[in-house]
């Protein structure tokens, strides 16, 4: 769990193909934290192994090079909501992303944080169970839309919930429908990724 044990993890994970590398930030005992003083030390020795700075989406198997460094951010290492805003903010090394998971009070909140200081967020949001947190992440006006990034957990293997979510979706006309003055491209979203469309 110390940051020499995560940098390996993350250095073999990178080697077999890995483009991104999500890491829960331990304090010595082993307790999850977003401590800057825990938080920091980790992200600074990724680095320093050549992970990290990237959006996830390069970089080539067997190198660090455009491999994204994901932090969860959630109760399971700040129970307060309003603690994990002021953890977040008392950051001074940031990640390249963050897990902002929408089942968890305060999430809007904690995601227009992230993206203010410059982390992209993934938005994790639980369907086909309780409609709180989707309704939570549809009421979200996401002004920054490019570094924003729905990730759909299904309660189950039906895949209903996730198609309706889909549905649910504002869907960007240049991108989804080919209309727009630049397809793929006019809204931030890369082709096949707007809302809507595979975002999921």
């Known amino acids: 769990m110390s940051p020499g044990d995560l940098v390996q993890a993350a250095l073999a994970a990178v080697a077999a193909g890995g483009r991104e590398v999500l890491v829960h930030a331990r304090t010595p005992c082993g307790r999850e934290s977003l401590s800057p003083r825990v938080v ?3 992200l600074e020795a990724l680095r320093g192994a050549g992970i990290g700075g990237g959006t996830g989406l390069r970089g080539g198997p067997g190198t660090g090079g455009g491999v994204a460094v994901s932090v969860a ?5 700040e129970p307060d909501h309003a603690g994990r805003l002021a953890r977040v903010r008392s950051w001074t090394v940031l990640p390249d992303r963050a897990v902002v998971r929408f089942a968890e009070p305060g999430a809007r909140e904690l995601a227009e944080e992230l993206l203010e200081r410059g982390v992209a967020v993934d938005a994790e949001v639980p369907v086909g ?3 709180e947190p989707l309704a939570r992440f549809l009421a979200w006006p996401v002004r920054d839309p490019a570094r924003v990034r729905l990730l759909a957990e299904p309660a189950s293997a039906d895949p209903g919930p996730v198609a309706e979510l889909l549905r649910r979706l504002p869907r960007c006309r240049c991108c989804c429908s080919g209309g727009g ?6 809204c931030g979203w890369p082709r096949g990724t707007a809302p809507g469309r595979g975002s999921a």
């Open 40 to 42: 920091g030390p980790l």
């Open 73 to 77: 951010v959630s109760v399971g290492s």
């Open 129 to 131: 169970g309780s409609p």
């Open 181 to 186: 003055r630049r397809p793929g491209r006019c």
